[in-house]
């Protein structure tokens, strides 16, 4: 992993793993599929807002 490893690298990672992150989060109840966007979103609206605008 990179020493400077920030934001952007994050969104990257989670971009190119989008498709594991969804599998894992499949299997959880409703409530808990909300939290995990609540806290995206907490911690990074901006990039939520993209998700979100890019999403089908």
Request: hydrophobic letters at 40%; aromatic letters at 10%; proline letters at 7%.
């Amino acid at each position: 992993m990179p020493t400077s490893f920030n934001q952007n690298d994050a969104y990257h990672l989670f971009v190119k793993h989008q498709q594991k992150v969804m599998n894992s989060i499949i299997p959880l109840i409703q409530e808990q599929r909300w939290g995990v966007m609540l806290k995206f979103e907490e911690i990074n609206p901006d990039r939520f807002a993209q998700l979100v605008t890019d999403a089908p």
